[in-house]
């Protein structure tokens, strides 16, 4: 496939529907390779992830809903919601958590720091799809909230920006669509 085809091509792929098989470690460092590569203003590259392979994805899950339950009120708790955040992780291969670091230029706008970690997650998700490899990223569950940056390690300072959850999967690829053509969201001057 070619750049054009890999992002036309790439789409979101629920973990729900990934069949438990492993990802090869060197996709998944591929992957981090191509989120290096990301465009960074100042060079600061504020992108950072914290890998669970198949051996702590559970544990993670299990952190997830436990930091829910946690830091939800007693009345807003949902166990369905509680049992998502703790199960959703059991068939995949690995759970990468996007970190977006704050950095120390100050002429570097904290909202240009967040898109190059986003472009870094874009990198990463269009490596996946070159290799068939399933992907969903969620910002879902406790991701904003300050327990799960503690829990996790995250400096206060610091922007989790989601979960990339990663899996093999057997469901036909999803068809993808705009509602638009790009045409119309052009103004040429």
């Known amino acids: 496939m070619n750049t054009l085809e890999t992002i036309k091509y790439r789409r979101t792929i629920d973990p729900d529907n990934y069949n438990g098989n492993d990802t090869p470690k060197e996709i998944i460092e591929k992957m981090l390779e191509a989120a290096n590569w990301a465009p960074t203003h100042g060079l600061t590259e504020p992108w950072r992830f914290i890998v669970f392979e198949r051996n702590s994805v559970h544990a993670l899950g299990e952190l997830h809903?436990?930091?829910?339950?946690?830091?939800?009120?007693?009345?807003?708790?949902?166990?369905?919601?509680?049992?998502?955040?703790?199960?959703?992780?059991?068939?995949?291969?690995?759970?990468?958590?996007?970190?977006?670091?704050?950095?120390n230029k100050s002429n570097i706008p904290e909202l240009e720091e967040i898109a190059a970690t986003s472009c870094a997650i874009q990198n990463m998700l269009l490596v996946a799809t070159q290799y068939k490899v399933g992907t969903f990223w969620s910002t879902g569950g406790m991701c904003y909230h300050p327990a799960l940056k503690h829990a996790l390690g995250v400096e206060e300072t610091d922007k989790i920006l989601g979960f990339i959850y990663v899996g093999q999967y057997d469901i036909p690829h999803p068809e993808g669509k705009r509602t638009t053509d790009w045409k119309e969201k052009v103004n040429w001057k």
């Not at 009345?75 to 703790?86: E, G, M, P, S, V």
Request: proline fraction near 3%; charge should be positive.
């Open 65 to 103: 809903a436990d930091v829910y339950k946690q830091n939800t009120p007693e009345d807003q708790f949902l166990l369905k919601k509680y049992n998502k955040l703790k199960y959703r992780a059991q068939h995949c291969s690995h759970v990468i958590i996007c970190v977006n670091k704050k950095g």
